[in-house]
């Protein structure tokens, strides 16, 4: 069973190894997030492998809901299998705000077609990610926040059948 913690004390690490980030409205901040966007604009296998060094750091943590990972080296490892399972993913980036502890929370929207599950059809979610850079601008913590039973498990064949019958009798 995973720890419902971990996160909160990623961020906590993240943030006493990493004090400084760029500050908020700055040059750095918007390359920062410009890259952020680059990164997830188009998910795709050929472009994590070239962008993820420019937008992650080395001691990233990352939990998208599904799965947590630690460093670089294992988010590319997960995003790689997951752009395997996709015909296309696309986030577009909302809008985004800064917190007084120096980080930001960037405000998205996906479209993801699945490659086995309701093949050829357009899935749409939106959500929240919730990011720490570090002084340089790569990304040290990133906790995202959606709705993965609308976003994922609907379209597993049972599951999705037990989600709608519970979404009837709430």
Known sequence: MSDPLESLRALERARSAHPESPAPGSDAEREALARFARFFSDFSG???????????????????????????????????????????????????????????????????????????????????????????????????YWNAADGLFQHIPVVGWMISKIKQRL
Not at 46 to 56: N, V
Not at 79 to 85: G, N, T
Not at 94 to 107: F, H, I, K
């Open 46 to 144: 050929d472009r994590i492998g070239r962008l993820l060094p420019e937008t992650y750091a080395e001691d990233v943590y990352f939990n998208d809901t599904l799965k947590a990972v630690r460093g670089r080296q294992a988010l590319a490892h997960y995003l790689a299998e997951s752009a395997a399972a996709v015909e296309q993913c696309t986030v577009e980036i909302l809008d985004s705000a800064a917190s007084a502890e120096g980080e930001r929370w960037v405000r998205w929207k996906m479209m993801i077609r699945f490659k086995k599950l309701r093949r050829g059809i357009d899935t749409w979610t939106i959500g929240a990610s919730h990011l720490r850079f570090n002084a340089d601008g790569h990304v040290v913590y990133h906790q995202d």
